[in-house]
Structure formats: structure tokens, C-alpha cells
């Protein structure tokens, strides 16, 4: 399951996470899904216990996590850096937010997740990073790749200290950023840092370019497949997969590790199963309106949370 903000959902007693969230990713669980990554969460407050890191929102992701283990689901808690101009940022402003990214590792550890995935795609603060038309920083967090990379990197040793040795440290980004060889190499610089797990969505725009024939599947999945050969580590690939003989496609055919279904498990939370089973998918139309500030109990698939 791809990660989705539950815009619509709030959680009990002023948390942001609460029964909402716990009954929506336990059905997911419940529907197959092997592994889910929980939606976009800030890293702001994982400090100082203000934001989504509440004692109210711990207990709801705990239960999350606890439920979803218990229907066989592995869980990834998303982190998020918000959508921040790197350019403007000083040395002590990124050391910051490096220790609430290191610190949200650590609490989402404590708390039962079985990793995170560090939010580098769609053209927010940590996209803007790796992007090597957007980051004219000139400091150790500019330049090459590496460097583009360090605002993670750097701090990846004090996570694994801080975690079980089966945590998974994960990276969600693009392949252009802006052309294909600086996905590539930031992708590298993931793996070569000791990155556990990299999920390939787009960069600061999505691709346009048009597919392989005979590939049945989006450009951005195909970016997937594409970074999948260029590192020894799993990846996950996202965007528009909605049919089984998408997914077997997919992985029947070793092109990525992974099929990330993000609209499609809104749609039906059995995805997984049916998929599994061979039955029939209650499918996605793309109709978009779960797409941000609307409400996703509204999919006319007809989903009842
Ligand atoms: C309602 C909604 C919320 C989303 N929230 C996030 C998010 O928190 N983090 C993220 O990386 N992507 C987010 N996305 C993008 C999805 O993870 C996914 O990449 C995208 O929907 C394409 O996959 P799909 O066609 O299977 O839905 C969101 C998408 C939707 C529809």
C-alpha cells in the first residue's frame, strides 16, 4: 500500500491520528496488503513530542502497527520534512531538522514500525535536495550527488545505532532530477550509504516520456523499473498499477520487488487478496477525487470506512 495523507480523517482528543487511521490501515492489513506504508508524516515534533507526535497519535500508531502485524502486514511510517526552500536554509536549520529526522526513526522503531521511508519525491524539502537543478546550496549539502544525498546519509549510522539491526531505512524519490542519470546516481548514493529499500514515484514533475511498447504500466512505473536495474536493492514500483495482470506483469517479470498500490487499495482493501486470488479487483476509475483536499470516504468505487 502506497502512502496516502487521509485528509479527511481526524484522530480523538486533538491528535492527528486516531480510530479513523487504525480501522482504515487494519482493513488494508486484513486485505492482503504485505506491506504498508502509513502516510506522510511530519518529522517536526518528533523532538519535542508536539505536531503528529502526541501521546494521542503515539497510541494510535501503535495500534496501527500492532494490528497490521497481526494480519501478517509490515509497516513503514512515511517521514516528512514539509516543503521548505534548501536553498535559504542555514547549517544549524538543517542540523534541526536532521535531528527530528533521525529522532522520528528512532520513535517510529519504539513504536513497532518495522522501518520508515524518508519522503524524497514530489518536489518537497528532501526532493529538493537530491534535485541537482534545484540545489544550489555550495555547502556539504550541495554539489554531487553524495553530497545531495548527506542530508540522510549523514545521519544513517546514528539511526542504525539507534534501531533494531531489522529495521528498514527506506527512500521514496524520483528518477529525473532533473534528467535520469541524477536519479540514477542519487539512487547509488542511497544504496552506497547502506538505504535498506528505495520506492521510485517523480521528483520535483512527473515524467512524460512514453513507455516501452508492450510495457502495460505508467512512465513513473517504469521509472521504477529502471532504477531497479541500476541498484542491488529492493524497489518499489508506484502510479496507476490497478489490475492484476498489472501486478503479476510486474513482478512475474522481476521488473521491480515491489508494486506500490496507492488509489486502487482506497478503492477496494482487498486489493491484495483478490489480486492473490485471482478474483475480481474492485478498481480505481482515476477519478481522482480522494487526490488531496477532498474526501476519500466519497470513491465512488464504493469503499464504506
Ligand atoms: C489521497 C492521496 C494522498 C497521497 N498522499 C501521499 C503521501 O502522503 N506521500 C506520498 O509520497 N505520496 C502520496 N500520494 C501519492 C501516492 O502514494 C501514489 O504515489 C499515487 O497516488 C499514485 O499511485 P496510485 O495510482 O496507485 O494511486 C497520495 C495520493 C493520494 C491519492
Redesign the pocket.
Known amino acids: 500500500m502506497?502512502?496516502?495523507?487521509?485528509?479527511s480523517f481526524h484522530g480523538d482528543n486533538g491528535s492527528y491520528y486516531g480510530k479513523q487511521h487504525i480501522e482504515h490501515y487494519t482493513k488494508r492489513a486484513k486485505g492482503g496488503a504485505g506491506l504498508i506504508?502509513v502516510?506522510?508524516t511530519s518529522v517536526f515534533g518528533a523532538v519535542d513530542f508536539t505536531g503528529m507526535w502526541s501521546t494521542g497519535d503515539i497510541a494510535a500508531l501503535k495500534q496501527i502497527a500492532s494490528n497490521c502485524h497481526e494480519y501478517g502486514a509490515k509497516i513503514i511510517m512515511?517521514l516528512?520534512c514539509g516543503n521548505m526552500d534548501i536553498n535559504e536554509l542555514s547549517a544549524e536549520e538543517i542540523h534541526s531538522m536532521q535531528m527530528n529526522m533521525k529522532q522520528a526513526a528512532i520513535r517510529a522503531c519504539e513504536i513497532g514500525f518495522d522501518g520508515v521511508e524518508y519522503?524524497f519525491?514530489?518536489g518537497f524539502t528532501l526532493c529538493k535536495f537530491i534535485d541537482a537543478s534545484y540545489n544550489r546550496r555550495t555547502d556539504q549539502y550541495g554539489g554531487d550527488a553524495l553530497n545531495r544525498a548527506r542530508v540522510l546519509t549523514q545521519i544513517l549510522p546514528e539511526i542504525r545505532n539507534n534501531t533494531h539491526k531489522n529495521f528498514i531505512v527506506g527512500v521514496?524519490m524520483g528518477e529525473y532530477l532533473p534528467e535520469s542519470r541524477d536519479g540514477i546516481e542519487a539512487a547509488r548514493a542511497f544504496e552506497k550509504a547502506g538505504v535498506d529499500l528505495l520506492?521510485i514515484?517523480f521528483g520535483m514533475q512527473p515524467p512524460t516520456n512514453p513507455v516501452p511498447e508492450g510495457f502495460i504500466c505508467?512512465p513513473?512505473t517504469y521509472s521504477g523499473c529502471k532504477i531497479k536495474r541500476e541498484v542491488n536493492i529492493p524497489v518499489i514500483a508506484?502510479?496507476?498499477?490497478?489490475t492484476e495482470e498489472q501486478v503479476r506483469f510486474l513482478i512475474e517479470n522481476d521488473y521491480v520487488d515491489f508494486a506500490?498500490?496507492?488509489?486502487?487499495?482506497?478503492a477496494d482493501p482487498e486489493f491484495a487478496n483478490h489480486v492473490i486470488n485471482s478474483e475480481p479487483v474492485n478498481m480505481?476509475s482515476?477519478c481522482?477525487r480522494?487526490?488531496?483536499f477532498?474526501d476519500?470516504n466519497l470513491c465512488p468505487a464504493g469503499i464504506d470506512e
Open positions: 502506497a502512502p496516502m495523507v487521509t485528509f506504508i502516510q506522510a512515511q516528512h519522503h519525491a514530489h521514496r520506492h514515484s505508467s513513473i508506484v502510479n496507476e498499477i490497478r506500490a498500490i496507492g488509489r486502487g487499495m482506497l480505481c482515476g481522482k480522494c487526490f488531496w477532498s476519500h
